[in-house]
């Protein structure tokens, strides 16, 4: 059996940043994520917004976590090497009714601290972003956008560099306590042992914090679907452009610009049984071309290169139905557990503000010394497609692996293919190539790289031919040779 | 009888009214070229294909090396050959024009490879 | 900086074609660049045979018709690098590329050639609806799995598509043992060559259903079924007729776009039916020295077809190199009723030059007519005429007038 000082129950953004923030003590800290890689889920399914935090309560966990997040985050970026853009944001209204509700969110971003929102005309938005649609908006200029699949890998590869340790396939399936006070875990890889054990298992947080002793959460999964637009579209969007809120105080679909230059469309918004099914449908790509369209001027079917959807899970009250705050939460009569449950949107923003939270938590119970080793610093796989021509020959002169392109419409090169590979956390799968460098997220789509970057998963890491993944779990790629007999 | 047949001789891919009784063809229509009038007959009397697939090559910059035949075979000898193709190995270097098998199972018909291979 | 009279993006069928002619043309100092490791481009995995019936009147398989061509390029001296991607072409030609061996490299060209060839369209660009599981690819993606690299996609195939890739590797995943379920095809009509139906599914009782896509992709690890449906006129799905059907395997043929980033790079113009650069019937570009043919031009039906475009562009990329200057062409050529789109879209009126079209649908007993200010230049009676074959007609000089635009049309 295993034994660590902390278990995480879930590698996303939050239990990643538990992760990292928990490896500035002296702590052993173990991850276990049941998926292939840390950014499947949520982390990874999400508009990558850097959320400024007008839309909450004021003094709610949401408002607090978003707006402490928001203002750290140029910092953070530059650590962890996630790519990170401050491009404010546009919160678009057409109606009388809109303009009320806009100005109500300004007041409230104004009480919750968020700097510099204001209310703008057409003339000034055309001056933003021409292709925004909307009347007048909110230009909240604290909002950015971010790489959350390498947001999500950079705090745990940070974590990894600082001493935790990842198990990845390795799903928690029953919890117990001994007389010490420790826990022991059950997981689909064998037993684990723990004096403390933090719950961020994001769709499952209700389940897990179940399991742990603490029953009677209920989490809602509200699934979104988006479509990802070309960088021919990307080239016309400035900022996230989104609608003003619902009645509900819920975003609808909106446009934002990426990091990488393309475009998300979306999301929309329903409740499902399943948070863990990210099927789309047609019904709701229909809608998000109508409802993008209204966002941004350019949205057109000859832009889709994707569709993908993904799920917020929002703790609900069980008596009312009302969706609640994120619960942080550490009680005296179950000892040794840090629950998180119903950590949805804002939680990218807030993961750093929410495992300050946690461990400080464990602090009070426990006088933990710091770790003299910590070093915040993560450095990402250096790009080629970035780099300025002079730097691009040299980087080719010092590893002629960055002169061989392997994706052709995003330029990525065999050497940031190879550095994926070897990543540290150890995934090994077709997506998790791609999240880390970009390869097959262009507009082919892998037509051109995915047989390349299957060849090489094979080469470097010595895998059978059916032993290559796509993804989670027994997503085979291949089902064996075409010719039999010795294989080179 | 009457049947349309879909010409494979060419690319263009000509339709062709036959009218045939047995194995004897009667009138053709719509055949662009004389080819067309013996595809027909040939598809009563004796169906024929070519095939190309691969072979294990060991030793090369490729695992596999590609085959064609140089003669049509009868259809329904098709998985038979294919049968005989897929025992095979080569070693590079393998040149175009190699022969593979010489008159695959007595059909008159050399398994040739299709693709220079050098050797690692 | 190095300077090259001529430097051709891609060493496929196209490049190769053009760069022997150029070469024949007395253009001595010609570089060939290829991103992959061995010239030839796509045809190195079409291992199928029915190429070259046009070109050398016999039916070689993909990598022997390619070769033929590749021999003659080593004999005749061409410079080539291969393992080489070009980065950025400027709109003055100067080509940036990446390799292994050389480094970066920024080249100026007199004239550049695109060859660059077509990639495939996606799912992505469907937006079909459904899960994302292993098991969903492109037909080409497959065929460079199995016929190149020894791996086995699947076993239990449904096919999305009835282009002719797709039809190929019908055939070719059934010879390996694969079960292919059916082809399901959105528009009423095939828009694979018909011999292709015929020796690729016929033959193996594959059955080609019309009027059906796949409207739900399940499986959340690895494919386990696709659910597809009829479609009425206007391709939407008709509800009540939806099927599922077990598979682990979907293969998609849905479609080829010229690939033209680096095109755009350069500044060329896109016309948004061929998805290819607007040319005049010198194979060039709005740019004056970049020259584009093949399948980064508009997607040909068969390569016969790649390599005669690419010489006809060689001789004018030649002569432009050569004499300095080309025949201005300032006459449109504009596709009316019933064709899908023409090449060249401009012309000088003076000169002999290939029309190449497609129609829009399946016509029978039809003329393609060819007009300037309304006065019949050309007819030609077909038979019939169908969207997957591209029609080529030969225009005489002596027909045209230098001073009226021109309409084709198929009545």
């Known amino acids: 059996m295993q034994n660590y000082d902390v278990i995480i129950i879930g590698g996303g953004a939050v239990g990643s940043a538990v992760a990292r923030e928990l490896t500035r003590w002296r702590l052993s800290v173990a991850v276990l994520e049941k998926e292939s890689d840390v950014c499947t889920q949520t982390s990874g399914r999400n508009t990558g917004m850097l959320h400024a935090g007008f839309l909450y309560k004021p003094g709610s966990l949401k408002a607090q976590c978003a707006v402490e997040g928001n203002a750290e985050f140029d910092q953070v970026a530059r650590e962890l090497g996630v790519p990170f853009k ?22 409230r971003g104004r009480i919750n601290g968020v700097p510099g929102m204001e209310l703008i005309d057409r003339k000034r938005m055309d001056e933003i972003d021409p292709s925004a649609g909307g009347n007048f908006a909110i230009h909240c200029p604290s909002s950015g956008i971010l790489d959350p699949f390498i947001y999500t890998i950079a705090l745990a590869e940070n974590a990894v560099k600082n001493g935790a340790k990842y198990h990845l396939y390795t799903e928690v399936t029953g919890v117990d306590r001994l007389d010490d006070g420790r826990h022991v875990l059950h997981t689909s890889q064998g037993d684990f042992s723990c004096r403390w054990v933090v719950n961020s298992a994001g769709l499952n947080s209700a389940k897990v914090s179940a399991m742990l002793g603490i029953p009677g959460y209920v989490i809602q999964p509200v699934k979104g679907e988006y479509f990802v637009l070309d960088k021919k579209a990307g080239a016309f969007a400035k900022i996230p452009v989104y609608p003003a809120p619902t009645a509900k105080f819920t975003f609808d679909t909106h446009a934002t610009p990426t ?19 990210y099927s789309v449908r047609q019904v709701g790509m229909d809608g998000l071309q109508e409802s993008g369209a209204r966002m941004f001027k350019h949205m057109k079917r000859d832009y889709y290169i994707r569709t993908f959807a993904g799920a917020r899970p929002k703790r609900i009250d069980p008596a009312t139905g009302e969706v609640q705050d994120f619960l942080i939460e550490c009680r005296d009569d179950v000892p040794g557990v840090v629950n998180l449950v119903g950590i949805e949107s804002p939680g990218l923003t807030s993961a750093l503000p929410i495992a300050r939270r946690v461990v400080n938590m464990i602090r009070e119970r426990e006088e933990l010394a710091p770790n003299p080793d910590f070093d915040p610093i993560r450095r990402g796989i250096t790009r080629f497609h970035e780099a300025s021509r002079e730097e691009q020959a040299k980087l080719i002169s010092e590893n002629p692996d960055y002169g061989e392109i392997v994706c052709r419409c995003e330029t990525i090169t065999r050497a940031e293919i190879i550095a994926a590979i070897h990543n540290p956390l150890g995934v090994c799968t077709v997506n998790g190539i791609k999240v880390r460098t970009r390869a097959s997220m262009g507009r082919c789509q892998g037509g051109y790289c995915e047989t390349r970057i299957t060849a090489m998963i094979r080469e470097e890491l010595k895998k059978a031919v059916t032993d290559v993944r796509l993804t989670n779990g027994d997503s085979y790629m291949f089902t064996g040779y075409v010719k039999g007999g010795e294989q080179a | 009888m009457k049947r349309t047949f879909t010409c494979i001789v060419c690319p263009n891919g000509c339709e062709i009214e036959a009218e045939y009784e047995g194995t004897e063809v009667l009138t053709v229509t719509g055949n662009l070229c004389p080819k067309g009038r ?28 590609s085959v064609r035949l140089t003669n049509a075979i009868p259809k329904d000898r098709i998985f038979d050959v294919m049968r005989e193709i897929n025992g095979r190995t080569l070693t590079a270097p393998t040149h175009i024009g190699d022969i593979v098998i010489k008159n695959i199972l007595g059909l008159d018909s050399d398994v040739i490879v299709t693709k220079n291979i050098q050797k690692v | 900086m190095t300077h090259k009279q001529a430097i051709i993006v891609g060493g496929g069928p196209a490049g190769l074609a053009a760069a022997l002619r150029l070469k024949e043309k007395g253009v001595n100092d010609i570089l ?56 950025d072409i400027t709109p003055d030609k100067v080509v940036t590329a990446a390799s292994r061996e050389h480094g970066l490299m920024q080249l100026q060209a007199d004239v550049v050639l695109l060859t660059m060839g077509c990639r495939e369209r996606t799912r992505g660009a469907l937006a ?15 065929q460079n799995y199995i016929n190149l690299q020894n791996i086995m996609v699947g076993r239990e195939v449904v096919i999305l598509g009835s282009g002719d890739i797709g039809l190929i590797m019908a055939r070719r995943m059934t010879l390996e043992g694969a079960h292919v379920k059916g082809v399901y095809e959105v528009q009423p009509y095939p828009s694979g060559l018909p011999r292709n139906i015929e020796q690729c599914l016929n033959d193996y009782h594959i059955p080609l259903h019309l009027s059906h896509t796949v409207v739900d992709i399940r499986g959340r690890e690895r494919l386990t079924s696709v659910v597809v449906a009829q479609c009425d006129e206007r391709f939407r799905p008709i509800p009540g007729t939806e099927e599922e059907i077990p598979c682990d395997t979907l293969i998609l043929s849905v479609g080829l776009i010229p690939e033209n980033e680096l095109s755009l790079a350069a500044g060329v113009e896109l016309d948004a039916r061929t998805r290819g650069a607007f040319v005049d019937e010198h194979c060039q570009t709005m740019v004056p020295g970049i020259f584009a043919a093949g399948n980064v031009l508009h997607v040909h039906d068969l390569v016969d077809f790649v390599s005669l475009e690419a010489e006809a562009l060689a001789d004018s990329a030649a002569e432009y190199l050569l004499q300095g200057s080309l025949p201005a062409c300032p006459l449109e050529v504009k596709a009316g009723n019933n064709v899908g789109h023409v090449i060249p879209q401009r012309i000088s009126g003076t000169r002999d030059f290939t029309l190449s079209l497609r129609v829009r649908q399946p016509l029978v007993n039809v003329s393609v007519v060819v007009r300037q200010n309304g006065r019949e230049v050309l007819r030609k009676k077909m038979r019939k005429a169908l969207p997957a074959e591209m029609i080529q007609l030969p225009v005489k000089a002596a027909k045209l007038t230098d001073d009226a635009d021109m309409e084709v049309c198929v009545e």
């Open chain 3, 32 to 87: 060939i660049l290829e991103r992959e490791k061995l010239l030839g481009g796509i045809l190195r995995q079409c291992i199928h045979d029915g190429f070259g019936l046009t070109r050398f009147g016999e039916s070689l398989s993909g990598p022997e018709y390619a070769q033929r061509f590749i021999d003659r390029v080593l004999d005749a001296g061409i410079e080539c690098i291969t393992d080489c991607t070009v980065l």
């Open chain 2, 38 to 65: 013996t595809y027909v007959t040939q598809e009563l009397v004796d169906p024929r294909r070519t095939i190309a697939t691969s072979v294990r090559v060991t030793g090369g910059t490729l695992p596999l090396v």
């Open chain 1, 259 to 277: 990091v990488d230059g393309n475009v998300l469309v979306g999301p929309n918004s329903f409740n499902v049984e399943d948070g863990e099914d």
């Open chain 1, 86 to 107: 401050r491009t404010g944001k546009l919160i678009v209204g057409f109606t009388e009714e809109d303009k009320a509700r806009l100005e109500y969110f300004i007041e």
């Open chain 3, 128 to 142: 079909t609806p459904g899960t994302r599981p292993a098991g969903v690819y492109t037909a080409g993606v497959a």
